[in-house]
């Protein structure tokens, strides 16, 4: 049984084609990869990251497949090569085939709020988009005065400067929490669009996304770090 699973029919000469077929395939793979400019997947659009699956699945088979030669697989990795030229040419020429392709810039957070459009559509879950605030030691969305989700999946901050810090919605976990009871003169964040108010019962709506309010946590005001 183990010969059948290991070994089969495989002789010593198609294993050494195997060899071959897959140094060539890696080879050009790379030099593709090599030939974008980027240096990771989080650098790759929606569009670049199509054209690598594609070239994945190109190069599969003909490494180990003895019928498939592998003048076929390099002659569809060129033709791939070449439509991602052309597509890159156009894009850099018309703006619209752009944005249809790569997307468009995301804003997450204006002025301190989440941006409701773009949370409501999914485009970014809360846990996400504080997990990459908080690897860049931001404390709360009050310090934040543009979040903007881009196209290859990166995220880019400006920060208020210290004198323009607000009260914003905290991101650590120990501080993101409901509250239970409301203390006068103390700033409340909606822990679902990040707006800051004066609440009177833990249960009051939040002005600006009204039923969709799912609690309130203290707001901080403290400063970025540095």
């Known amino acids: ?5 290991f070994i089969h029919d495989t002789t010593w ?24 400019g980027k240096r990771g997947v989080r650098q790759l659009s929606i569009f670049e990251l199509t054209i690598i699956l594609s070239l994945g699945s190109i190069a599969g088979d003909p490494m ?12 569809i990795m060129t033709v791939v090569i070449g439509l991602y030229r052309a597509c890159t040419w156009l894009m850099m020429k018309w703006q619209r085939f752009e944005d249809l392709l790569e997307g468009k810039p995301i804003y997450i957070v204006e002025d301190g709020m989440l941006v409701l459009e773009d949370i409501e559509q999914g485009k970014m879950s809360h846990d996400e988009f504080f997990a990459e605030l908080r690897q860049r030691s931001v404390e709360h969305l009050g310090q934040v005065r543009t979040g903007l989700l881009e196209t290859d999946g990166t995220l880019s901050v400006l920060l208020f400067a210290d004198d323009e810090v607000r009260y914003g919605l905290p ?35 939040c002005s600006r996304c009204d039923n969709k309010c799912r609690g309130w946590t203290q707001a901080m005001a403290v400063k970025v770090v540095k």
């Open 171 to 205: 991101l650590f976990p120990k501080q993101y929490k409901a509250v239970t009871q409301v203390e006068p003169d103390q700033c409340y964040a909606c822990m679902h669009c990040g707006h800051v108010e004066y609440i009177t019962e833990p249960q009051q709506l």
């Open 13 to 36: 000469t198609f294993a050494a084609e195997i060899v071959v077929r897959v140094t060539v395939m890696f080879t050009m793979v790379i030099l593709f990869l090599r030939f974008t």
């Open 1 to 5: 049984m183990g010969h059948s699973i």
């Open 64 to 75: 180990f497949t003895e019928d498939l030669p592998l003048i076929q697989a390099l002659l």
